[in-house]
């Protein structure tokens, strides 16, 4: 703020003597005046400072109104001492916000990657609940089909063997008939042949014969 006024600086520079003159009185408050704005923020800033010192208080716009030149001078040496310090720590914050501000854009693209991986594991999950209900019901009307031929095959072949069943115990059953007819003249004979034999009139037994 020096570099920037130049006529300040020039009072800054010239002996104590001579700014605590009675000529340069209406020159330094108006000075002052104009220094209102800074010179407040510099009263808060030793505030703080002074607050925060083992036994120290507080520091006001209206104590800065009760300095004299010195003191005012003594203030600003104060404040050019602990300047470098407040602005180291002001950059040293600034490189850690930085820091955080670089680790927090990698978290983000992180968990965006991450997001847009778990939608498409989604994305698969479904596909494949899909795939699996399409194929499920594929193969239950494949085997349903199969089944549907499978009945129609066992009819037509239970039916097959009733019929070959059917005409083997009729061929049978005929053979059956013939036996037993024959089996019957069989024993129709033999009967008449005992009776023959038993018979003690050999007339008889020749008319049989014949």
Known sequence: YLKENPRLRRSFESPLGTMASNTDTAAFAALLNELRGPLTGVAATLSKSNA???GG???GEDDLHKLNFREL???FE???QVLPDALRCVQEVKQMQQSVQERLDILEGRQQSEEAYLSSLQELQEAIMSQSGT???DIKERMAQLRQVLNDREAYLLNKVHEVEREKLSVVERQREQCLSVLENMRSASRRAHQALAD???TTWLDQGK
Do not use: I, T, Y
């Open 52 to 54: 925060g010192a083992p």
């Open 57 to 59: 208080k507080a520091f």
């Open 73 to 75: 001078a003594d203030r």
């Open 78 to 80: 104060h404040l050019s």
């Open 135 to 137: 194929l499920q019901d």
């Open 200 to 202: 003690e009139d050999p």
